[in-house]
Protein backbone atom coordinates (compact mmCIF):
# COMPACT_ATOMS: atom_id res chain seq x y z
CA UNK A 1 0.00 0.00 0.00
CA UNK A 2 2.87 2.44 0.48
CA UNK A 3 4.16 1.78 -2.37
CA UNK A 4 1.37 1.99 -4.03
CA UNK A 5 0.77 5.68 -3.06
CA UNK A 6 4.74 6.71 -3.62
CA UNK A 7 4.55 5.53 -6.97
CA UNK A 8 1.26 7.79 -7.10
CA UNK A 9 3.19 11.11 -6.06
CA UNK A 10 6.24 10.53 -8.38
CA UNK A 11 4.39 11.72 -11.33
CA UNK A 12 3.18 14.82 -9.27
CA UNK A 13 6.73 15.62 -8.26
CA UNK A 14 7.70 15.62 -11.62
CA UNK A 15 4.87 17.97 -12.53
CA UNK A 16 6.16 20.46 -9.77
CA UNK A 17 8.44 22.24 -12.30
CA UNK A 18 7.04 22.32 -14.91
CA UNK A 19 3.39 24.15 -13.10
CA UNK A 20 5.99 26.75 -11.92
CA UNK A 21 7.58 27.22 -15.02
CA UNK A 22 4.12 27.34 -16.39
CA UNK A 23 3.39 30.33 -13.84
CA UNK A 24 6.91 31.82 -13.98
CA UNK A 25 5.96 32.32 -17.93
CA UNK A 26 2.83 33.30 -16.97
CA UNK A 27 3.88 36.38 -14.56
CA UNK A 28 6.41 37.52 -17.39
CA UNK A 29 3.96 37.52 -20.07
CA UNK A 30 1.75 39.81 -17.72
CA UNK A 31 4.60 41.89 -17.42
CA UNK A 32 5.67 42.20 -20.71
CA UNK A 33 1.75 43.21 -21.17
CA UNK A 34 2.71 46.24 -18.41
CA UNK A 35 5.49 47.46 -20.48
CA UNK A 36 3.57 46.95 -23.47
CA UNK A 37 0.67 48.66 -22.03
CA UNK A 38 2.72 51.66 -21.25
CA UNK A 39 4.66 52.06 -24.35
CA UNK A 40 1.13 51.85 -26.14
CA UNK A 41 0.19 54.81 -24.17
CA UNK A 42 3.34 57.17 -24.43
CA UNK A 43 2.60 56.59 -28.23
CA UNK A 44 -0.74 57.95 -27.99
CA UNK A 45 0.21 61.08 -25.96
CA UNK A 46 -1.23 59.38 -22.35
CA UNK A 47 2.31 59.96 -21.18
CA UNK A 48 0.60 60.52 -17.42
CA UNK A 49 -1.74 57.47 -17.36
CA UNK A 50 1.62 55.26 -18.66
CA UNK A 51 3.52 56.65 -15.81
CA UNK A 52 0.70 56.03 -13.14
CA UNK A 53 0.23 52.49 -14.73
CA UNK A 54 4.24 52.08 -13.95
CA UNK A 55 4.83 54.00 -10.67
CA UNK A 56 2.47 51.46 -8.99
CA UNK A 57 4.48 48.20 -9.94
CA UNK A 58 7.83 50.50 -9.54
CA UNK A 59 8.43 49.27 -5.85
CA UNK A 60 8.35 45.46 -7.08
CA UNK A 61 9.99 45.29 -10.49
CA UNK A 62 12.62 48.09 -10.10
CA UNK A 63 15.94 46.62 -10.87
CA UNK A 64 14.68 44.98 -14.14
CA UNK A 65 16.44 47.28 -17.36
CA UNK A 66 13.20 46.21 -19.76
CA UNK A 67 10.70 47.87 -16.89
CA UNK A 68 12.95 50.61 -16.04
CA UNK A 69 13.39 52.03 -19.37
CA UNK A 70 10.07 51.87 -19.92
CA UNK A 71 9.53 53.69 -16.81
CA UNK A 72 12.26 56.25 -17.61
CA UNK A 73 10.29 56.97 -20.80
CA UNK A 74 6.98 57.27 -19.50
CA UNK A 75 8.64 59.29 -16.75
CA UNK A 76 10.39 61.94 -19.30
CA UNK A 77 7.15 62.38 -21.59
CA UNK A 78 5.01 63.25 -18.50
CA UNK A 79 7.52 65.78 -17.33
CA UNK A 80 8.04 63.66 -14.40
CA UNK A 81 12.12 64.45 -15.03
CA UNK A 82 13.62 63.84 -11.61
CA UNK A 83 11.52 60.38 -11.56
CA UNK A 84 13.41 59.56 -15.00
CA UNK A 85 16.58 60.28 -13.98
CA UNK A 86 16.03 57.44 -11.03
CA UNK A 87 15.19 54.95 -13.48
CA UNK A 88 17.61 55.74 -16.16
CA UNK A 89 20.25 55.15 -13.69
CA UNK A 90 18.93 52.15 -12.97
CA UNK A 91 19.40 50.65 -16.49
CA UNK A 92 23.03 52.21 -16.93
CA UNK A 93 23.82 50.76 -13.79
CA UNK A 94 22.74 47.35 -15.24
CA UNK A 95 23.66 47.79 -18.37
CA UNK A 96 26.98 50.08 -18.49
CA UNK A 97 27.66 49.59 -22.20
CA UNK A 98 23.91 50.87 -23.42
CA UNK A 99 24.27 53.49 -25.12
CA UNK A 100 20.50 54.83 -25.98
CA UNK A 101 19.94 54.27 -21.86
CA UNK A 102 23.08 56.50 -21.39
CA UNK A 103 21.60 59.10 -24.04
CA UNK A 104 18.53 59.22 -22.31
CA UNK A 105 19.83 59.55 -18.96
CA UNK A 106 21.71 62.65 -20.47
CA UNK A 107 18.44 64.18 -21.77
CA UNK A 108 16.68 63.50 -18.39
CA UNK A 109 19.99 65.26 -16.56
CA UNK A 110 19.63 68.01 -18.75
CA UNK A 111 16.05 68.44 -17.93
CA UNK A 112 16.71 69.14 -14.09
CA UNK A 113 19.93 71.06 -15.05
CA UNK A 114 22.22 68.59 -13.71
CA UNK A 115 25.10 69.47 -15.80
CA UNK A 116 27.48 67.75 -13.06
CA UNK A 117 25.84 64.51 -13.56
CA UNK A 118 25.73 65.30 -17.36
CA UNK A 119 29.76 64.99 -17.24
CA UNK A 120 30.09 61.73 -15.92
CA UNK A 121 28.69 60.35 -19.02
CA UNK A 122 30.96 59.26 -21.99
CA UNK A 123 31.22 61.93 -24.59
CA UNK A 124 28.89 60.58 -27.10
CA UNK A 125 26.09 60.28 -24.43
CA UNK A 126 26.71 63.62 -24.02
CA UNK A 127 27.12 64.77 -27.67
CA UNK A 128 23.67 62.79 -28.36
CA UNK A 129 21.81 64.18 -25.09
CA UNK A 130 20.50 67.08 -26.93
CA UNK A 131 21.02 68.19 -30.44
CA UNK A 132 22.16 72.03 -31.43
CA UNK A 133 23.22 72.74 -27.85
CA UNK A 134 20.07 73.94 -27.39
CA UNK A 135 19.74 73.71 -23.72
CA UNK A 136 22.44 76.61 -24.24
CA UNK A 137 20.34 79.02 -26.41
CA UNK A 138 18.01 80.15 -23.82
CA UNK A 139 20.74 82.50 -22.59
CA UNK A 140 21.60 83.25 -26.09
CA UNK A 141 18.27 84.13 -26.61
CA UNK A 142 17.63 85.97 -23.63
CA UNK A 143 20.38 87.75 -23.04
CA UNK A 144 20.98 86.55 -19.55
CA UNK A 145 24.00 86.23 -17.83
CA UNK A 146 26.11 82.17 -18.55
CA UNK A 147 24.73 79.46 -15.93
CA UNK A 148 26.82 78.77 -13.32
CA UNK A 149 29.72 76.41 -14.78
CA UNK A 150 29.18 72.40 -15.05
CA UNK A 151 31.10 71.74 -12.27
CA UNK A 152 30.09 74.53 -10.00
CA UNK A 153 33.68 76.73 -10.12
CA UNK A 154 34.39 79.79 -11.71
CA UNK A 155 34.48 80.06 -15.58
CA UNK A 156 35.87 82.48 -18.64
CA UNK A 157 34.47 81.88 -21.78
CA UNK A 158 34.47 83.84 -25.12
CA UNK A 159 34.01 83.93 -28.74
CA UNK A 160 34.76 85.61 -31.66
CA UNK A 161 32.73 86.00 -34.82
CA UNK A 162 33.17 87.62 -38.36
CA UNK A 163 30.45 88.31 -40.72
CA UNK A 164 30.47 89.52 -44.52
CA UNK A 165 26.76 90.52 -45.72
CA UNK A 166 24.81 93.34 -47.48
CA UNK A 167 23.03 96.34 -45.67
CA UNK A 168 20.04 97.86 -48.32
CA UNK A 169 19.76 100.68 -46.08
CA UNK A 170 23.47 102.11 -43.86
CA UNK A 171 22.03 104.90 -42.54
CA UNK A 172 18.39 104.31 -41.99
CA UNK A 173 17.66 107.14 -44.22
CA UNK A 174 13.76 106.91 -46.37
CA UNK A 175 14.16 105.62 -49.86
CA UNK A 176 12.51 108.51 -51.55
CA UNK A 177 13.49 112.50 -51.89
CA UNK A 178 10.06 114.03 -52.15
CA UNK A 179 8.26 113.01 -48.67
CA UNK A 180 4.84 114.00 -48.03
CA UNK A 181 4.57 116.49 -45.38
CA UNK A 182 2.92 115.65 -41.74
CA UNK A 183 0.97 118.87 -42.08
CA UNK A 184 -2.05 119.22 -44.33
CA UNK A 185 -1.68 121.36 -47.03
CA UNK A 186 1.56 122.01 -46.97
CA UNK A 187 3.79 121.21 -49.84
CA UNK A 188 6.34 117.94 -49.82
CA UNK A 189 9.37 117.89 -48.58
CA UNK A 190 12.66 117.94 -50.83
CA UNK A 191 15.50 116.07 -49.00
CA UNK A 192 19.19 116.32 -49.54
CA UNK A 193 20.87 113.32 -51.81
CA UNK A 194 23.08 112.60 -48.90
CA UNK A 195 20.23 112.08 -46.32
CA UNK A 196 18.57 109.04 -48.66
CA UNK A 197 18.80 105.44 -47.64
CA UNK A 198 22.34 103.98 -48.77
CA UNK A 199 23.32 100.37 -49.57
CA UNK A 200 26.49 99.01 -48.62
CA UNK A 201 28.31 95.15 -48.47
CA UNK A 202 29.84 95.25 -44.97
CA UNK A 203 32.05 93.38 -42.72
CA UNK A 204 31.68 93.03 -39.08
CA UNK A 205 34.01 91.52 -36.14
CA UNK A 206 32.65 90.84 -32.65
CA UNK A 207 35.07 89.77 -29.83
CA UNK A 208 33.38 89.13 -26.49
CA UNK A 209 34.55 87.17 -23.01
CA UNK A 210 32.52 86.78 -20.29
CA UNK A 211 33.42 85.15 -16.44
CA UNK A 212 32.23 84.11 -13.21
CA UNK A 213 34.02 83.89 -10.09
CA UNK A 214 32.34 81.84 -7.83
CA UNK A 215 32.41 82.91 -4.49
CA UNK A 216 30.75 80.26 -2.29
CA UNK A 217 27.69 77.94 -3.08
CA UNK A 218 25.19 81.05 -3.54
CA UNK A 219 27.33 84.11 -4.20
CA UNK A 220 29.41 84.73 -7.05
CA UNK A 221 30.85 87.76 -9.10
CA UNK A 222 30.12 88.29 -12.83
CA UNK A 223 31.40 90.47 -15.63
CA UNK A 224 31.42 90.46 -19.62
CA UNK A 225 32.98 92.42 -22.80
CA UNK A 226 32.52 92.73 -26.28
CA UNK A 227 33.86 94.96 -29.25
CA UNK A 228 32.68 95.39 -32.46
CA UNK A 229 33.98 97.04 -35.30
CA UNK A 230 32.42 97.46 -38.86
CA UNK A 231 33.39 98.45 -41.83
CA UNK A 232 31.42 99.29 -45.07
CA UNK A 233 32.01 99.16 -48.81
CA UNK A 234 30.83 101.00 -51.68
CA UNK A 235 31.39 104.70 -50.60
CA UNK A 236 29.37 104.35 -47.09
CA UNK A 237 32.43 105.09 -44.81
CA UNK A 238 31.33 107.96 -42.74
CA UNK A 239 28.52 105.02 -41.42
CA UNK A 240 31.74 102.54 -40.13
CA UNK A 241 31.05 102.21 -36.44
CA UNK A 242 32.88 101.02 -33.28
CA UNK A 243 30.70 99.99 -30.50
CA UNK A 244 32.20 98.22 -26.78
CA UNK A 245 30.07 97.50 -24.60
CA UNK A 246 30.96 95.93 -20.56
CA UNK A 247 29.45 95.11 -17.76
CA UNK A 248 30.06 93.84 -14.20
CA UNK A 249 28.09 93.03 -11.07
CA UNK A 250 27.02 90.00 -8.80
CA UNK A 251 25.50 86.62 -8.90
CA UNK A 252 22.92 85.38 -5.69
CA UNK A 253 21.66 81.91 -6.86
CA UNK A 254 19.31 79.75 -4.77
CA UNK A 255 17.32 76.13 -5.92
CA UNK A 256 16.26 77.81 -9.22
CA UNK A 257 16.24 81.20 -8.74
CA UNK A 258 19.04 83.31 -9.49
CA UNK A 259 19.38 87.04 -8.70
CA UNK A 260 21.62 89.71 -10.91
CA UNK A 261 22.53 93.15 -10.36
CA UNK A 262 25.49 94.66 -12.48
CA UNK A 263 27.02 97.89 -14.02
CA UNK A 264 26.78 98.66 -17.29
CA UNK A 265 28.52 100.77 -19.71
CA UNK A 266 28.76 101.32 -23.55
CA UNK A 267 30.39 103.52 -26.10
CA UNK A 268 29.51 104.07 -29.79
CA UNK A 269 31.53 105.63 -32.36
CA UNK A 270 30.07 106.56 -36.02
CA UNK A 271 33.18 107.45 -38.22
CA UNK A 272 35.62 107.80 -35.79
CA UNK A 273 33.74 110.09 -33.45
CA UNK A 274 32.16 109.10 -30.82
CA UNK A 275 28.44 109.58 -31.34
CA UNK A 276 26.45 107.93 -27.48
CA UNK A 277 27.84 106.67 -24.85
CA UNK A 278 25.60 104.66 -22.17
CA UNK A 279 25.80 104.28 -18.44
CA UNK A 280 23.51 102.41 -15.91
CA UNK A 281 22.56 99.46 -14.13
CA UNK A 282 20.47 96.11 -14.85
CA UNK A 283 18.74 93.76 -12.13
CA UNK A 284 17.97 90.69 -13.84
CA UNK A 285 15.57 87.87 -11.82
CA UNK A 286 16.05 84.50 -13.88
CA UNK A 287 13.94 81.52 -12.68
CA UNK A 288 14.75 77.99 -13.86
CA UNK A 289 12.11 75.87 -13.77
CA UNK A 290 14.36 72.51 -14.61
CA UNK A 291 16.49 72.20 -17.91
CA UNK A 292 14.21 73.19 -19.98
CA UNK A 293 11.97 75.85 -18.53
CA UNK A 294 12.80 79.51 -17.97
CA UNK A 295 11.40 82.54 -16.91
CA UNK A 296 13.38 86.05 -17.32
CA UNK A 297 12.57 89.48 -15.61
CA UNK A 298 14.62 92.60 -15.71
CA UNK A 299 14.66 96.32 -15.25
CA UNK A 300 17.31 98.87 -16.92
CA UNK A 301 17.91 101.87 -15.87
CA UNK A 302 20.67 104.22 -17.69
CA UNK A 303 22.00 107.43 -18.96
CA UNK A 304 22.12 107.95 -22.67
CA UNK A 305 24.43 110.73 -23.31
CA UNK A 306 25.45 112.58 -26.87
CA UNK A 307 28.71 114.57 -26.81
CA UNK A 308 28.30 116.59 -30.30
CA UNK A 309 24.38 116.78 -29.30
CA UNK A 310 24.05 117.09 -25.11
CA UNK A 311 20.26 117.68 -25.67
CA UNK A 312 19.52 114.33 -26.94
CA UNK A 313 20.92 113.31 -23.32
CA UNK A 314 17.74 111.19 -21.87
CA UNK A 315 17.51 108.63 -19.24
CA UNK A 316 16.45 105.33 -20.17
CA UNK A 317 14.09 102.97 -17.78
CA UNK A 318 12.70 99.41 -19.26
CA UNK A 319 11.32 96.50 -17.55
CA UNK A 320 10.32 93.29 -18.65
CA UNK A 321 10.39 89.48 -18.71
CA UNK A 322 10.11 86.45 -21.30
CA UNK A 323 9.59 83.00 -21.18
CA UNK A 324 12.03 80.16 -22.95
CA UNK A 325 11.02 76.53 -23.41
CA UNK A 326 13.65 73.99 -24.76
CA UNK A 327 11.48 71.01 -26.67
CA UNK A 328 12.87 67.28 -25.91
CA UNK A 329 14.09 67.24 -29.94
CA UNK A 330 16.28 70.20 -29.32
CA UNK A 331 13.55 73.08 -30.47
CA UNK A 332 13.13 76.20 -28.56
CA UNK A 333 10.67 79.02 -28.19
CA UNK A 334 10.40 82.44 -26.41
CA UNK A 335 8.25 85.02 -25.99
CA UNK A 336 8.63 88.59 -23.79
CA UNK A 337 7.02 91.72 -23.16
CA UNK A 338 8.54 95.11 -22.35
CA UNK A 339 7.81 99.08 -21.57
CA UNK A 340 9.48 101.72 -20.41
CA UNK A 341 10.28 105.65 -21.35
CA UNK A 342 13.09 108.15 -22.04
CA UNK A 343 12.93 111.32 -20.20
CA UNK A 344 15.45 113.83 -21.67
CA UNK A 345 17.41 115.67 -19.17
CA UNK A 346 16.88 119.50 -20.69
CA UNK A 347 13.90 120.93 -19.48
CA UNK A 348 11.50 122.20 -23.05
CA UNK A 349 12.71 118.90 -24.88
CA UNK A 350 9.72 116.94 -23.98
CA UNK A 351 9.46 116.04 -28.49
CA UNK A 352 12.86 114.29 -27.45
CA UNK A 353 11.75 111.55 -24.75
CA UNK A 354 9.53 108.91 -25.51
CA UNK A 355 7.33 106.06 -23.78
CA UNK A 356 7.15 102.55 -25.35
CA UNK A 357 5.93 98.98 -25.22
CA UNK A 358 7.60 96.18 -26.55
CA UNK A 359 7.19 92.45 -27.29
CA UNK A 360 9.16 89.92 -28.97
CA UNK A 361 8.72 86.09 -30.47
CA UNK A 362 10.79 83.75 -31.69
CA UNK A 363 12.20 80.07 -32.09
CA UNK A 364 14.76 77.73 -32.90
CA UNK A 365 13.32 74.72 -34.66
CA UNK A 366 15.64 71.90 -34.68
CA UNK A 367 16.71 69.94 -38.23
CA UNK A 368 19.17 67.94 -37.04
CA UNK A 369 21.94 66.89 -34.29
CA UNK A 370 23.48 69.80 -35.50
CA UNK A 371 21.35 72.00 -37.72
CA UNK A 372 18.77 74.27 -36.80
CA UNK A 373 16.24 76.78 -38.16
CA UNK A 374 15.62 80.09 -36.03
CA UNK A 375 13.09 83.28 -36.64
CA UNK A 376 12.50 86.15 -34.61
CA UNK A 377 9.79 88.92 -34.54
CA UNK A 378 10.17 92.10 -32.67
CA UNK A 379 7.71 95.12 -32.76
CA UNK A 380 8.39 98.03 -30.26
CA UNK A 381 5.96 101.25 -30.44
CA UNK A 382 7.27 104.41 -29.45
CA UNK A 383 4.84 107.61 -28.80
CA UNK A 384 6.89 111.05 -28.28
CA UNK A 385 6.20 113.46 -25.44
CA UNK A 386 5.02 116.82 -27.35
CA UNK A 387 4.74 117.78 -31.44
CA UNK A 388 7.92 117.98 -33.14
CA UNK A 389 9.03 121.86 -33.04
CA UNK A 390 10.04 121.55 -36.68
CA UNK A 391 6.98 119.31 -38.18
CA UNK A 392 4.04 120.40 -35.47
CA UNK A 393 3.06 117.27 -34.99
CA UNK A 394 3.40 114.08 -32.21
CA UNK A 395 5.60 111.78 -33.64
CA UNK A 396 4.86 108.12 -32.95
CA UNK A 397 6.58 105.26 -34.20
CA UNK A 398 5.62 101.52 -34.69
CA UNK A 399 8.87 99.10 -35.69
CA UNK A 400 8.88 95.79 -36.34
CA UNK A 401 11.78 93.79 -36.34
CA UNK A 402 12.21 90.19 -38.26
CA UNK A 403 14.77 87.86 -38.67
CA UNK A 404 15.28 84.31 -40.57
CA UNK A 405 18.56 81.99 -40.71
CA UNK A 406 19.58 78.78 -39.86
CA UNK A 407 22.57 77.61 -37.77
CA UNK A 408 24.79 75.13 -38.85
CA UNK A 409 27.83 73.86 -36.04
CA UNK A 410 30.27 71.71 -38.40
CA UNK A 411 32.65 71.50 -35.41
CA UNK A 412 32.57 71.78 -31.92
CA UNK A 413 33.18 75.41 -30.26
CA UNK A 414 32.11 76.54 -34.30
CA UNK A 415 28.67 78.38 -35.30
CA UNK A 416 27.78 79.08 -39.11
CA UNK A 417 24.68 81.66 -39.22
CA UNK A 418 23.21 82.54 -42.68
CA UNK A 419 20.65 85.29 -42.04
CA UNK A 420 18.23 87.47 -43.46
CA UNK A 421 17.07 90.78 -40.95
CA UNK A 422 14.00 93.14 -41.81
CA UNK A 423 13.13 96.31 -40.83
CA UNK A 424 10.16 98.71 -40.93
CA UNK A 425 9.88 101.90 -38.87
CA UNK A 426 6.48 103.10 -39.93
CA UNK A 427 6.52 106.69 -38.25
CA UNK A 428 4.26 109.69 -38.39
CA UNK A 429 7.63 112.11 -39.05
CA UNK A 430 8.30 110.73 -42.70
CA UNK A 431 11.30 111.57 -42.37
CA UNK A 432 12.43 108.69 -40.00
CA UNK A 433 10.37 106.55 -41.85
CA UNK A 434 12.53 103.41 -43.29
CA UNK A 435 12.85 100.13 -44.24
CA UNK A 436 16.11 98.25 -44.08
CA UNK A 437 17.22 94.60 -45.62
CA UNK A 438 20.89 92.93 -44.35
CA UNK A 439 21.57 89.42 -45.68
CA UNK A 440 24.91 88.40 -44.04
CA UNK A 441 27.29 84.91 -43.17
CA UNK A 442 28.70 84.76 -39.77
CA UNK A 443 31.43 82.41 -38.55
CA UNK A 444 31.53 82.19 -34.65
CA UNK A 445 34.49 80.35 -32.88
CA UNK A 446 33.95 79.86 -29.61
CA UNK A 447 36.85 79.26 -27.04
Known sequence: MGIARLSCRRPLLRLGPVVLGLVLAAGAAHADALIDRAAALVQGGSAREAFDLLDAQEAVRAGDPAFDAAMGSAAHAAGQYSRAVLAWERVVAAQPDNMAAQVALARALYAVGD??????LSERARALGIPVDAALSIDQFLVSYDRAASDGGSSLKGYAE?????????????????????????????L??????????FLAALVAVRGRYVMDAR??????????????????????????????????????????????????????????????????????LDGFRQWGSFVQSARLHYPTQPLRD??????????????????LAYAGVHGGR??????GVDYLGHR????????????????????????????????????????R????????????????AWRVTPQWTGTHNDSTLPVTEYRRRIWSVTVRREF
Open 192 to 201: APSALARSSD
Open 314 to 331: VQRTVAGTSYAHVFRDGS
Open 219 to 288: WSLVGAAAGTPRRNEGGAGAFDSDQFDASAGVAWRSERHELILQGQGSYYALDGTRLRSIGGVLGEWVYR
Open 397 to 412: DRQVNASLGVSWIPAT
Open 356 to 395: LVGARLGGQLALARNWALFANLDWERRRYGAPDPFFAVVR
Open 342 to 347: EEPDAA
Open 115 to 120: QRGVLA
Open 162 to 190: LALGHDSNVNAGPASMLLPSPVPGTPAWT
